[in-house]
């Protein structure tokens, strides 16, 4: 009688085929996940990057009538309480810098409060996560939401009868003052910076 031989070596090679496609497919779906996070990344770094843009526009805008506000009894505080900006350029802007990072912006909008204003802006990309072993990633695109603040972060003191200087003390700089009967309008951009702070919040 001649005895069958059968080898450890054809048993395992089944079970050796099973774990290489199964480390495979594990590898391409971490390689997924890794796009999609990506992806998610990608739109709130645009998201960021438009709303900041925006509340600095916004910020931008604010010279003329803070300056004006200086020239009445309780101006400035009526200002910081109740001046409502126009988000139609700010929201402009948004939508350049949304746009520089593959995104379109599909909401834009202010909320008013006292001493500080914020800007809202939602995205969503222009591109996918792309094909992978996940069905349905190859259309996935990603949104995002971000929000700015511009925040007065100074105290004051006027040392007259309104419409005569004002004297500022904003965090992290020396005093100065504004006299708003003499007041140059291209010096708004960097004293701007000074009065109002510009940074993303938590939503």
């Not at 645009?46 to 900041?52: E, G, R």
């Not at 505080?77 to 929201?91: R, S």
């Not at 929000?147 to 007259?160: D, N, P, Q, W």
């Amino acid at each position: 009688m001649r005895r069958q031989v059968r080898t450890d070596a054809g048993q395992a090679f089944p079970i050796y085929v099973v774990m290489v496609a199964g480390l495979l497919f594990l590898a391409c779906a971490f390689f997924a996940v890794g796009k999609a996070s990506a992806t998610r990344n990608g739109a709130q770094g645009a998201a960021d990057a438009a709303a900041l843009a925006a509340a600095q526009d916004a910020r931008d805008t604010l010279g003329p009538p803070f300056v004006a506000a200086l020239m009445t009894p309780g101006g400035l505080h009526e200002f910081l309480q109740d001046y409502m900006f126009t988000p139609a350029a700010p929201c402009m802007q948004a939508d350049r810098f949304a746009a520089s990072n593959r995104a379109v912006t599909t909401n834009c909008y202010p909320t008013y409060g006292y001493l500080q204003d914020k800007m809202h802006v939602s995205i969503r990309t222009r591109y996918t996560v792309g094909d992978t072993v996940i069905p349905g990633t190859e259309t996935k695109q990603a949104t995002a939401h971000a929000t700015a603040v511009i925040e007065f972060r100074c105290t004051y003191k006027f040392k007259g009868d309104p419409g005569e200087p004002v004297a500022f003390k904003c965090d992290g700089r020396d005093g100065f003052s504004i006299d708003p009967t003499d007041f140059d309008q291209n010096a708004w951009a960097a004293l701007s910076k000074a009065i109002f702070a510009v940074h993303l919040v938590d939503d």
